[in-house]
């Protein structure tokens, strides 16, 4: 692997930002290459929006707020998730964001999800 394939695809946020339609929400950027061990995305909520609060039951994520505000729900604590706020997110914590009246933008990091396994039911 070289040098330059080792670092990926680059994003400038604010580029990124400016031109994504203004609708669209949801992952705006996302981390690729096939021997990459981490994944990361660039999140836009639309301003009320939310992320219903659910449990990930084996990765730590790290939360980067980048634009606008929110709130991150984490183990049924409020936290503020605004532009420079880094959060981790342990694994097997609730947890869930909404956005506040401007939206909110923000980056998420986590070791590569395994492939699909069978578990038992809980």
Do not use: K
């Not at 031109?19 to 660039?42: F, H, P, S």
């Not at 409020?78 to 909404?98: F, I, K, N, T």
């Amino acid at each position: 692997m070289t040098d330059a394939e080792a670092l990926g695809e680059g994003v400038v946020l604010d580029a990124l930002l400016r031109e994504a339609d203004a609708d669209r929400a949801g992952a705006l950027w996302r981390l690729t290459g096939a021997e990459r061990q981490l994944d990361a995305n660039v999140v836009r909520l639309r301003p009320g929006a939310s992320v219903a609060e659910h449990v990930e039951p084996d990765l730590d994520v790290l939360l980067l707020g980048l634009a606008g505000q929110g709130t991150l729900r984490c183990g049924g604590v409020a936290h503020a998730l605004e532009p420079g706020v880094l959060r981790l997110v342990p694994h097997g914590a609730a947890r869930g964001v909404s956005a506040g009246p401007e939206g909110a933008v923000y980056l998420t990091v986590h070791r590569r999800r395994p492939g699909m396994t069978v578990r038992p039911r809980p």
